[in-house]
């Protein structure tokens, strides 16, 4: 945990900017997997986190703006509890740690609710992402699951201070990266032709756990790249596949790393596979030297489809004028999510509470295919902390849809795309801090081109 300091200016910022009425945080509880003692790993709300610091499972919390109070809700251990548990500090304990002085047990969180309504005092609280956070809105403050509306004016406060990465953060943020870099290392050496995913996948998630490390998300290391967010790890290696790693670590106190690593399952990468590497590799790095405060990551992504069109073009994939075939989005048929998102105390920063605040500044975001996936828009801006992460794929199922529709048939040579449905999918990702005159790269570098990488096969 940072220093108690640090949570008490975090929420005296968190109460200039809401101005009145009383602050709900829900702390999340232990979840059965398939009985309820049999629960899944613990994972403290993030946002929870981020203002009181305390990862336990039972807790809640009030800012009461107008009555200047901050209150813990939760309670003591049973015996039971210690029995089959362990020991934990006490409520009091845990306030102390955070600069909070007043602690009350849960079953007085209600009373305190319902005198607040009755003075009229607003209650604002995030968006509900679990059925326990529902279930507590309804229970405390007799709202059905259809009218549990979150408080913009409270979603919009926290992403303005959890956007911004403060220096103790990006030390966090930084570990969390060195280790998913060993994790992506470690995978880079050990993918070859006749074992199976899974036996890359432990590998590498070994490492995070090795360091002291949680994962940051489920773990994803297939020869079918080409579906995004595979997390199927039951495939043999075949000598022909190019095998994809997305991984990250999540360091004890929650901050997240989040890197992408392609790898040929052969010793080198084949010709063909090296012609399209080396395209995602020119668009990932023009995307990064490209990051800087005053343009938008929107501009950032058109530079990274401009730059896949042209070198699609070169293999014949597509034709016409890129400029043109990004503005119809004919480059998403091969590159079908965004180029990065947010990343801090989740891997998909504050994804929970909208990527239209988190991303986009309010501002409406495209519905156009592969560009409404972009989860981050808005206008970069110092102490940002942000992913790099394009891609090349080839999706089967895709190629065949939108071929039989003649979708951009202006701009994509489909005969060539029927010969690339074997190929899979390249993604390569890193971290990136958006410093006041540019950005810096966060963690250690692992392998980018297709040299780096053959360098540790
Ligand atoms: N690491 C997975 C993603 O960014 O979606
Ligand atoms: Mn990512």
Same mark, same amino acid.
């Given at each position: 945990?940072?220093?108690? #300091?640090t949570? /008490?200016?975090?929420r005296a910022?968190l109460?200039k900017a809401?101005?009145?009425g009383?602050v709900?945080?829900?702390?999340?509880?232990?979840?059965?997997?398939?009985y309820?003692?049999?629960?899944? !790993?613990y994972?403290?709300?993030s946002?929870?986190?981020y203002?009181f610091?305390l990862?336990?499972a039972?807790?809640?919390?009030?800012?009461d703006v107008?009555e200047?109070?901050?209150i813990?809700?939760?309670?003591?251990?049973?015996?039971?509890?210690?029995?089959w548990m362990?020991k934990q500090?006490?409520?009091r304990e845990?306030?102390?740690r955070?600069? %909070?002085?007043?602690?009350?047990?849960?079953?007085?969180?209600t009373k305190y609710?319902?005198?607040?309504?009755?003075?009229?005092q607003?209650v604002h609280y995030l968006?509900?992402y679990r059925?326990e956070?529902?279930i507590?809105?309804? #229970?405390?403050?007799?709202? $059905?699951f259809a009218?549990?509306?979150?408080s913009?004016?409270?979603?919009r406060?926290?992403?303005?201070q959890? &956007?911004y990465?403060s220096?103790e953060?990006?030390?966090?943020?930084?570990?969390?990266? &060195?280790v998913?870099?060993?994790? !992506?290392?470690?995978?880079?050496k050990?993918v @070859? $032709?006749?074992?199976?995913?899974?036996e890359?996948?432990?590998?590498?998630?070994?490492?995070a756990f090795?360091a002291?490390?949680?994962?940051s998300?489920?773990?994803?290391?297939? %020869?079918n790249?080409?579906?995004l !967010?595979?997390?199927y790890h039951?495939?043999k290696?075949?000598q022909?596949?190019?095998?994809?790693?997305?991984?990250?670590?999540?360091t004890?106190?929650?901050?997240a790393?989040?890197?992408?690593?392609t790898i040929?399952a052969?010793?080198?990468f084949?010709?063909?596979?090296?012609?399209i590497?080396?395209?995602?590799n020119?668009? !990932?790095?023009e995307?990064?030297?490209?990051l800087?405060?005053?343009?938008?990551?929107a501009?950032v992504y058109?530079l990274?489809a @401009?730059?896949?069109?042209e070198?699609l073009?070169?293999v014949?994939l /597509?034709?016409?004028?890129?400029?043109?075939a990004v503005?119809?989005?004919?480059?998403? /048929?091969?590159?079908p999510?965004g180029l990065?998102h947010?990343m801090?105390?989740?891997v998909?920063d504050m994804?929970?509470?909208?990527?239209?605040?988190?991303g986009y500044?309010g501002k409406?975001?495209?519905a156009?295919?592969g560009?409404r996936?972009?989860r981050?828009g808005?206008m970069l801006?110092?102490?940002?902390?942000?992913? +790099? #992460?394009p891609g090349?794929?080839?999706?089967?199922?895709?190629?065949d849809?939108?071929?039989?529709?003649?979708?951009?048939?202006?701009f994509i040579?489909y005969?060539?795309a029927?010969?690339y449905?074997?190929?899979?999918?390249? @993604?390569? #990702?890193?971290?990136?801090?958006?410093?006041?005159?540019g950005?810096?790269?966060l963690?250690?570098? +692992?392998p980018?081109?297709?040299?780096?990488?053959?360098?540790?096969r």
């Amino acid at each position: 945990m940072f220093s108690k #300091e640090t949570y /008490m200016q975090r929420r005296a910022m968190l109460k200039k900017a809401i101005g009145s009425g009383v602050v709900l945080f829900l702390g999340n509880d232990d979840m059965g997997l398939n009985y309820a003692d049999n629960a899944c !790993h613990y994972r403290q709300d993030s946002t929870f986190l981020y203002f009181f610091g305390l990862p336990f499972a039972g807790l809640s919390a009030i800012i009461d703006v107008d009555e200047d109070e901050e209150i813990i809700f939760g309670d003591e251990l049973t015996i039971d509890d210690i029995i089959w548990m362990g020991k934990q500090p006490t409520l009091r304990e845990k306030c102390e740690r955070v600069g %909070i002085t007043t602690s009350r047990p849960t079953a007085e969180i209600t009373k305190y609710l319902h005198a607040a309504a009755q003075k009229g005092q607003p209650v604002h609280y995030l968006p509900p992402y679990r059925p326990e956070h529902r279930i507590k809105l309804l #229970e405390w403050l007799g709202l $059905p699951f259809a009218r549990q509306e979150s408080s913009t004016s409270l979603i919009r406060a926290v992403v303005a201070q959890r &956007n911004y990465k403060s220096e103790e953060e990006i030390i966090e943020i930084e570990k969390a990266c &060195n280790v998913t870099a060993d994790m !992506h290392i470690a995978a880079t050496k050990a993918v @070859r $032709p006749d074992i199976y995913e899974y036996e890359v996948a432990a590998i590498l998630e070994g490492v995070a756990f090795t360091a002291g490390c949680n994962l940051s998300f489920a773990t994803i290391a297939t %020869i079918n790249g080409q579906t995004l !967010h595979n997390h199927y790890h039951g495939n043999k290696i075949k000598q022909s596949d190019l095998f994809l790693v997305d991984a990250g670590a999540e360091t004890p106190m929650g901050y997240a790393g989040d890197m992408s690593s392609t790898i040929p399952a052969g010793k080198t990468f084949t010709a063909r596979q090296r012609e399209i590497y080396q395209i995602q590799n020119r668009m !990932h790095r023009e995307s990064v030297k490209a990051l800087r405060p005053g343009i938008t990551f929107a501009e950032v992504y058109d530079l990274s489809a @401009r730059i896949l069109v042209e070198g699609l073009t070169q293999v014949g994939l /597509m034709k016409g004028n890129p400029e043109d075939a990004v503005r119809e989005g004919a480059h998403a /048929m091969f590159y079908p999510h965004g180029l990065g998102h947010m990343m801090g105390l989740d891997v998909h920063d504050m994804e929970n509470l909208g990527e239209i605040w988190v991303g986009y500044d309010g501002k409406p975001k495209s519905a156009q295919f592969g560009r409404r996936s972009l989860r981050l828009g808005r206008m970069l801006e110092p102490g940002f902390v942000l992913t +790099i #992460e394009p891609g090349i794929y080839f999706i089967p199922e895709l190629i065949d849809k939108w071929k039989a529709e003649k979708k951009c048939a202006d701009f994509i040579n489909y005969d060539v795309a029927e010969t690339y449905k074997d190929f899979g999918g390249i @993604r390569n #990702e890193e971290d990136y801090l958006i410093t006041p005159d540019g950005s810096r790269r966060l963690g250690k570098k +692992i392998p980018l081109t297709p040299e780096e990488v053959e360098a540790l096969r």
